[in-house]
């Protein structure tokens, strides 16, 4: 059997001793005379988040399928036939009038526990896929494929550079893109350094994707297939690796967010916004996470700041309540206008403004879309990289 087979093998054997208990509880619920898509219909009611769970194993083997065409198919079967065959046996019995009968108001009772379980856990898994994604970009930035470029060429070239792999892996994880997932899944079939291999497979589930750790690919080991890679912790490796690395300095975004951190929700919806726009967006705490913790500021962290500054095409200042007195957002103003860094600002609870914001350029929130006011015109916030933009492509 092999190995494709024998996973398919033990995911339905799995999927079997999964399902016992849930049809089991399930029948238990149905009155008499109950049809078979009456009793798949009660256990999408009170097993939600378990049909969930076969339909994307299902519609992954489906599309396996259809990608590898001529090769003998990988049948997953579908939920309604993978939850009737676990039953089987049991409604039998229970059409005949073979299993004990109920009492309505304890087959009531019992059906909302389930249904409450059952809701605890999708909100349960929810949270764990916003709390995954939250600080990802759905967006994709200008330098992505050079950095894929990058990789395929280390891989080919110096496979004993982990570290320079490992480094665009980390960079594209944090865009949560449906053009980087075929990336990802070569990376889990081609690459031979176990953490590598693992960091991709793991950065698709954290992505909501169904996928499945194939074996590693043959051929003669080398050293460098254990090598564990490392990444900045602090702000001196940082601008280290700025200062080192060329595809740092080929690193560019859309918009640097001027903000304060206590802003948080804000600042997500609002790079949520840009991105719908395939606007990138630098922040600070979503880009640079490790190698610029809060604990750890210092004259480097600024100086990592400034070359991300320049590196952008514009300075979004979102003005709260909370930046009154931010001497680092003072900074960031100061240091845009001496790159001649374009300025807009967000005034998002209508604070006080000193004279000299009033003049800048503002942004408001409508429908969702992010609008900027220029000569008593509303125009989308995105037109303003038109420009900068056609001029890249050329």
């Known amino acids: 059997m092999g190995n494709s087979r024998q996973k398919l093998h033990q995911l339905k054997c799995l999927y079997s001793k999964q399902l016992k208990r849930p049809v089991n509880d399930v029948v238990k619920l149905m009155p008499l005379g109950f049809t078979d898509d009456m009793f798949i219909l009660k256990f999408i009611h009170c097993y939600e988040y378990l049909w969930l769970d076969l339909q994307k194993e299902w519609k992954f083997y489906r599309h396996k399928n259809k990608v590898f065409k001529g090769k003998k198919h990988l049948l997953f079967p579908s939920p309604y036939r993978m939850v009737l065959s676990a039953a089987y046996h049991l409604l039998n019995k229970a059409k005949r009038g073979h299993l004990t009968q109920m009492s309505g108001k304890w087959k009531k009772e019992q059906e909302n526990r389930l249904v409450d379980a059952c809701q605890k856990k999708l909100s349960e898994r929810k949270e764990k896929q916003r709390l995954n994604t939250e600080l990802l970009q759905n967006a994709v930035p200008n330098y992505a494929h050079n950095m894929i470029e990058s990789y395929y060429f280390l891989r080919h070239f110096h496979r ?233 492509n050329m």
Not at 163 to 176: C, P, Q, T, W
Not at 190 to 219: I, M
Not at 253 to 260: D, L
Request: glycine share 2%; charged share 30%.
């Open 160 to 392: 004993e550079d982990v570290n320079g792999r490992f480094y665009v892996l980390n960079e594209i994880a944090k865009f949560n893109h449906s053009r980087f997932v075929g990336f990802f899944i070569n990376v889990m079939k081609s690459e031979r350094n176990d953490f590598c291999r693992e960091f991709a497979f793991r950065t698709l589930q954290k992505w909501g994707k169904t996928v499945h750790l194939p074996k590693k690919p043959k051929g003669k080991k080398h050293p460098s297939d254990k090598i564990v890679p490392t990444i900045p912790t602090n702000p001196e490796e940082q601008i280290a690796l700025i200062e080192k690395l060329q595809m740092e300095h080929d690193k560019s975004y859309n918009v640097f967010i001027s903000h304060r951190s206590l802003d948080r929700v804000l600042i997500i919806k609002i790079k949520d916004m840009l991105n719908g726009e395939n606007l990138s967006v630098y922040v600070d705490w979503m880009i640079d996470k490790d190698g610029l913790p809060r604990e750890k500021l210092s004259d480097k962290t600024l100086a990592t700041l400034e070359v991300r500054m320049k590196h952008c095409d514009r300075l979004l200042y979102v003005h709260t309540k909370n930046c009154k007195d931010s001497e680092y957002i003072k900074w960031e103003l100061n240091l845009a206008q001496q790159y001649n860094i374009p300025v807009t600002i967000l005034n998002a609870e209508d604070v006080f403004e000193s004279d000299e914001m009033r003049h800048i350029p503002h942004v408001h929130i409508k429908k969702n879309k992010l609008f900027v006011m220029i000569q008593d015109k509303e125009i989308l916030y995105k037109s303003l990289f038109s420009q900068v933009k056609s001029q890249r």
